[in-house]
T-cell receptor, first 118, second 114 residues
C-alpha cells in the first residue's frame, strides 16, 4: 500500500478557477510531518509548506491554502483563482520517525500535474 | 547563495559506462540526499548522508554508490550504467536529519542510458 496517495494524476482548470489537490497518507506514527512541493516545468522542486501531526489548523498563504484533517488522514492543497504560473507538478510528502530504510526518510506521493489554461 | 547545484545537467551514457554525478550545497546543511524521479513514480530515495562522514541506503540503492566528500559535497556514482538507470536525478539537502527538516532540491540531472 502506498504511504502517500495522490489520486489525481492530472488536472486541468481554466485560469481563475479554484482547484484542490488531494493527498491521503498512511502512518502508524503519532508524530509525523507532511510537506507539499511544487515542481514547475523548469524541473526544480520548491518547498511550499510543512505541517506537523499535532497542528490541525488550516494554513493560508496568499492564494494557497492547506486543509489538514487527521480524522481522514488527508492534507489537501487548494489554489484559489488559479493562474497560468501555477501550472506544475505538485508533490505531497510524509516524514516519519521510522520508515524502514534507515532512521529517516521522506516519502513522496506520485504527484499531480496541474495545467492552468489561459 | 546558489543553494543546491548539480553537474552535469544532461548526460547520455552507453550501457556499462561509469559516471559520477556531482552535488554541492552552500547553505551549511548537515544532511544531503540523492533521489531519482521516474514517470509516474514520484521521487525515490537512493542514498542519503545524515551528516559528514556517514551515508545510508535509501529505497533504491542497487547499482549506485555515494561519497560524502565534505560537508558541502555529495556525489553519486554509477559504476556500470544500465538502461534501467535512465532517470532524472535530484540532489537535496536539509539543515538536519530530523523528521521536521524540509529539503531543498537542486535543478536535477537528466541521464539517459542507451
Amino acid at each position: 500500500a502506498q504511504k502517500v496517495t495522490q489520486a489525481q494524476t492530472e488536472i486541468s482548470v481554466v485560469e481563475k478557477e479554484d482547484v484542490t489537490l488531494d493527498c491521503v497518507y498512511e502512518t502508524r506514527d503519532t508524530t509525523y510531518y507532511l510537506f507539499w512541493y511544487k515542481q514547475p516545468p523548469s524541473g526544480e522542486l520548491v518547498f511550499l509548506i510543512r505541517r506537523n501531526s499535532f497542528d490541525e489548523q488550516n494554513e493560508i498563504s496568499g492564494r494557497y491554502s492547506w486543509n489538514f484533517q487527521k480524522s481522514t488522514s488527508s492534507f489537501n492543497f487548494t489554489i484559489t483563482a488559479s493562474q497560468v504560473v501555477d501550472s506544475a507538478v505538485y508533490f505531497c510528502a510524509l516524514s516519519e520517525a521510522y520508515s524502514g530504510a534507515g532512521s529517516y526518510q521522506l516519502t513522496f506521493g506520485k504527484g499531480t500535474k496541474l495545467s492552468v489554461i489561459p | 547563495n546558489a543553494g543546491v547545484t548539480q553537474t552535469p545537467k544532461f548526460q547520455v551514457l552507453k550501457t556499462g559506462q561509469s559516471m559520477t554525478l556531482q552535488c554541492a550545497q552552500d547553505m551549511n546543511h548537515n544532511s544531503m540526499y540523492w533521489y531519482r524521479q521516474d514517470p509516474g513514480m514520484g521521487l525515490r530515495l537512493i542514498y542519503y548522508s545524515a551528516s559528514e562522514g556517514t551515508t545510508d541506503k535509501g529505497e533504491v540503492p542497487n547499482g549506485y554508490n555515494v561519497s560524502r566528500l565534505n560537508k558541502r559535497e555529495f556525489s553519486l556514482r554509477l559504476e556500470s550504467a544500465a538502461p534501467s538507470q535512465t532517470s532524472v536525478y535530484f540532489c537535496a539537502s536539509s539543515e538536519g536529519d530530523t523528521i521536521r527538516d524540509e529539503q531543498y532540491f537542486g535543478p536535477g540531472t537528466r541521464l539517459t542510458v542507451t
